[in-house]
């Protein structure tokens, strides 16, 4: 029988033995090369760390042979990033090209530092989510087979472009403050199962979870169940998530929306939320390849247009909206115009200061 | 003729593929090693349909916990029976996401005997994720775990697992020890991690700097990102190194200070405005080796980041400009207590703090966790004349005689 509430394991007895010796007296850092970073200490000591790509879903075997490099190189201590990254840490440079050649031996690239892409952030999608628009594990695996050259540094940009998945509107992932993201969107409102409504959900707390108010009770007093109004509806799929009973999953009408210019650090500008560019585009599994047209467009403009050390919300703020979408040969559509609630105003141009 | 020529067209090309993993995982000695051949084939039906198949999730669990485990049953179960229960369980990650190799196994092993083989290392929030299993084994799963000093991670209306970044393990920017301190609340907290007592989902993240490599900012009910408080340390023989690589000071570091507060002045550089410096880190990234933080450090701590449900997406704002970060952190948990039960009474069923905060104002929240208004906390003050007075007394004309001159 399980003792409970006893908490994580203590992640001091998995340290390397460099870190503890330097824990909290490190001094400054270099990026070898692509995927390679270098930490010294004010002890002179050094700890290398490897960076590698690799899917979010993984199998239990893949694990273990992360630890056969662990265990050969890094006396059989190592850690994950924030975004999924296994790194290989070791104080010894002469192991680092040899766990270099080992993640390469079993599929994994090696980079992610610097400016340029590291793993792409991702929900479940297809593969366990109950509420997907799109998929997620899929159409990353598609991404980052085009993006590749920016993830190894055979390509870099003006500064790190963080890129991340959200396969429906509850972007479960920091997805509305990244550089470059797509989100998994309907566009038709649900479709009520009256009969099954009664059992499943619960009339007050369904209304209360629609942003716009566009649920009601049935006016038909004998049919315990709502109605969704077309005009307010804008299909965020939020009804189902709490009531089973308003499926709202499309595949003609579902789709992606594009993401553009949020970051989450305060670096020279502050924190920004990322910005529609593109309202909708259709799913076209296997390989999305409009979506991934549209983000390369994207990110190559940035490339070419942006000077460094500028972020891409940086980039386009400086130049202004109108040089994104003319520079990108992005539509700016209606749908790109914020209509909802009281702060849609504050993104509105209250000024005469435009470019042509 | 393959079952699964999509699922096998994203086998091809240079990133490494997660249906490589799940045939993997479906040829392994996990127990359900056939739910997840199961999982491959219900995926190659998803994207020739276009559409998940999932069914929403029932109330699964183990004992003694509220959350920690999403229930998830398939829609088509007679023809993915692998998949008829194929629930989730989180698994808190040690802080920093640091691992052996022997605990890693441990993991492996527990899940081999009891799932489908197949993980995410690690979730969005951070946990550890044992995807696909049936409702018999949660229980043996959680007992094993506990057993090597495991534990289950949240889910629902709870303090979702905290997060922290490297910190002071790895990384000299950090303004204070992220890893003990999420380590110590995660502790501390574990019943409102495991039973479920708030109106909704609530979020810690803490990020060494403002670099906020956990996304603290985006994602968070309450930040907690590090900072100094005194000046930023600069080593002009370094910045000679950086200069004599190439690198132009002046355009990429003095030039892109926000607020201007550095010069070169005689081809050193100087920190000419010490007050000015809004310790952005931009000069620190790009010269790791001559600048560093204050040693005055701490934290600053933020409220209401959110995604886009329900009243749209929110980044967090200051509410403590600067908290000293010391173990056991008392001055921390003291703040977060009383706005949780804040939260907790005011909150309507699914309203984040930061939408209740919406909702009866700013001012109300920082009067009813006494703290002091201070600018730090706005961009600017309001523009609307709408002043609620309510009890309060406007000030009397004496407080302002001494502006006469």
Redesign the interface.
């Known amino acids: 029988?399980?003792?409970?509430?006893?908490?994580?394991?203590?992640?001091r007895?998995?340290?390397p033995e460099v870190?503890k010796k330097n824990?909290?007296t490190?001094?400054?850092?270099?990026i070898v090369k692509p995927g390679v970073l270098k930490?010294v200490g004010e002890s002179g000591d050094e700890?290398y760390?490897v960076r590698v790509?690799?899917?979010?879903?993984?199998?239990?075997?893949?694990?273990?042979d992360?630890?056969?490099i662990?265990?050969k190189y890094c006396d059989?201590?190592?850690?994950?990033?924030?975004r999924?990254n296994?790194e290989f840490l070791t104080d010894k440079a002469e192991n680092v090209d040899s766990i270099i050649a080992a993640a390469q031996a079993i599929?994994?690239?090696v980079g992610g530092t610097g400016r340029g892409i590291s793993n792409m952030?991702h929900?479940q999608?297809?593969?366990?989510?109950?509420?997907?628009a799109t998929?997620a594990?899929?159409m990353?695996?598609?991404i980052?087979?085009e993006l590749?050259p920016y993830?190894v540094g055979e390509k870099t940009l003006p500064n790190k472009l963080k890129l991340s998945l959200a396969?429906c509107?509850?972007?479960?992932?920091?997805?509305?403050?990244?550089d470059l993201a797509v989100v998994g969107v309907h566009t038709k409102i649900p479709a009520v199962n009256d009969e099954t409504f009664n059992a499943q959900c619960e009339t007050p707390?369904t209304m209360?979870?629609c942003?716009t108010g566009a649920i009601r009770r049935h006016p038909d007093k004998d049919i315990k169940s709502v109605v969704v109004s077309e005009e307010k509806c804008m299909y965020?799929g939020?009804c189902y998530?709490?009531c089973?009973s308003m499926p709202i999953?499309?595949?003609?009408n579902?789709g992606v929306m594009i993401y553009v210019g949020?970051k989450?650090?305060?670096?020279?500008?502050p924190?920004?939320?990322?910005r529609v560019a593109v309202p909708f585009i259709a799913?076209n599994?296997?390989?999305w390849p409009e979506v991934i047209g549209v983000l390369k467009t994207i990110i190559e403009t940035y490339a070419k247009d942006a000077r460094?050390?500028e972020r891409v919300g940086e980039w386009i703020e400086r130049i202004g909206w109108e040089k994104f979408f003319e520079r990108t040969g992005l539509p700016f559509t209606s749908q790109c115009i914020d209509d909802?609630?009281a702060?849609a105003r504050a993104s509105l141009r209250a000024s005469t200061q435009f470019k042509w | 003729m393959s079952e699964t020529p999509m699922m096998d067209e994203l086998e091809k090309g240079p990133w490494p593929s997660f249906v490589t993993q799940i045939k993997r995982a479906g040829e392994s000695k996990a127990l359900m090693a056939d739910s997840s051949k199961d999982l491959l084939r219900q995926q190659e039906t998803a994207f020739r349909e276009k559409q998940g198949l999932w069914k929403h999730g029932g109330i699964v669990g183990v004992k003694g916990y509220g959350g920690g485990v999403i229930g998830r049953y398939h829609m088509r179960p007679e023809e993915y029976p692998g998949l008829e229960h194929f629930h989730t369980m989180r698994v808190n990650h040690p802080c920093g996401w640091f691992y052996t190799s022997d605990k890693l196994r441990e993991l492996c092993d527990i899940w081999d005997n009891h799932g489908s083989g197949l993980t995410n290392f690690h979730g969005s929030t951070g946990d550890v994720i044992f995807l696909g299993t049936n409702s018999d084994h949660l229980q043996p799963i959680a007992d094993d775990l506990s057993e090597k000093g495991w534990d289950i991670g949240s889910s629902g209306s709870a303090l979702r697992t905290p997060t922290g970044c490297v910190g002071p393990a790895r990384c000299e920017y950090a303004g204070f020890d992220t890893l003990d301190f999420i380590h110590d609340i995660t502790n501390t907290f574990q019943d409102e991690i495991h039973r479920p007592p708030f109106p909704y989902k609530t979020k810690i993240k803490a990020s060494g700097c403002c670099n906020d490599c956990v996304a603290a900012m985006g994602r968070s009910d309450t930040p907690v990102i590090g900072t100094w408080r005194d000046e930023l340390r600069i080593d002009n023989d370094a910045v000679k190194e950086y200069m004599d690589s190439g690198m132009n000071v002046q355009t990429l570091i003095v030039d892109n200070c926000p607020t201007a507060a550095l010069e070169m002045v005689n081809g050193k550089l100087e920190l000419a405005r010490a007050e000015d410096c809004t310790r952005c880190m931009h000069c620190i990234n790009w010269m790791p080796k001559a600048i560093r933080p204050g040693v005055d450090k701490g934290a600053t701590i933020l409220v209401g980041a959110k995604a886009p449900v329900l009243d749209g997406a929110v980044l967090a704002t200051v509410v403590i400009p600067f908290m000293k970060m010391e173990p056991p952190y008392t001055e921390f948990k003291e703040y977060w207590e009383k706005a949780m039960d804040w939260w907790d009474e005011n909150g309507k069923v699914r309203e984040r703090i930061a939408e209740l905060i919406d909702r009866v104002g700013f001012d109300t929240f920082i009067k009813a966790m006494d703290i002091e208004p201070v600018p730090q906390m706005v961009w600017r003050p309001r523009a609307n004349p709408y002043i609620f007075w309510r009890d309060e007394e406007p000030p009397k004309l004496d407080e302002f005689k001494k502006y006469i001159h």
Request: with cysteine; aromatic share 10%.
């Open positions: 029988m399980a003792i409970t509430d006893i908490g994580p394991p203590d992640f007895n998995h340290l870190i824990y909290g490190w001094k400054y850092h270099e930490h700890l760390s790509g690799s899917p979010k879903l993984v199998c239990t075997d893949f694990i273990r992360l630890c056969e662990a265990d059989g201590k190592m850690r994950f990033t924030s999924y296994p599929g994994l690239p952030v929900t999608g297809w593969i366990h989510c109950h509420t997907p998929d594990s899929g990353v695996k598609a980052m087979d590749y993830f396969c509107i509850n972007m479960c992932g920091a997805i509305h403050a990244t707390t209360a979870g942003p965020c939020n998530t709490i089973p999953a499309n595949p003609e579902d949020g989450t650090a305060n670096v020279r500008t924190s920004m939320l990322s799913n599994p296997p390989r460094s050390p909802f609630g702060g």
